[in-house]
């Protein structure tokens, strides 16, 4: 049973840093790529940061380029996502998401950036 896990989210002032961790289980890691979303409230969700499977190249939106770092750990199956200089505007359910066939999603971690 594929199953992914957030957690790391909490409260942070503005220019605070949190890690985020996705833990998977239920399929082998090492063979997909991993996406970062987030949600903010009354907008859609959008892709933040994505690690690719097989060279570990990354994405990042343009409004976390230098702020958010993703990482993969296949050995322990986790992904992170390191994110620095945090503003009031990265306030959203933060999603991890991996396509297997289908797209399976985290039950999401809250991240609130705020003084």
């Known amino acids: 049973q594929v199953q992914l896990v957030e957690s790391g989210g909490g409260l942070v002032q503005p220019g605070g840093s949190l890690r985020l961790s996705c833990a998977a289980s239920?399929?082998?890691?090492?063979?997909?790529?991993i996406g970062w979303f987030r949600q903010a409230p009354g907008k859609e969700r959008e892709g933040v940061s994505c690690i690719s499977s097989s060279d570990g190249s990354t994405y990042y939106a343009d409004s976390v380029k230098g702020r958010f770092t993703v990482s993969r750990d296949n050995a322990k199956n986790m992904v992170y996502l390191q994110m620095n200089s945090l503003k009031p505007e990265d306030t959203a359910v933060y999603y991890c998401?991996?396509?297997?066939?289908?797209?399976?999603w985290g039950q999401g971690t809250q991240v609130t950036v705020s003084s």
């Open positions: 239920g399929f082998t890691l090492d063979y997909y790529a």
């Open positions: 998401n991996a396509r297997i066939g289908v797209v399976y």
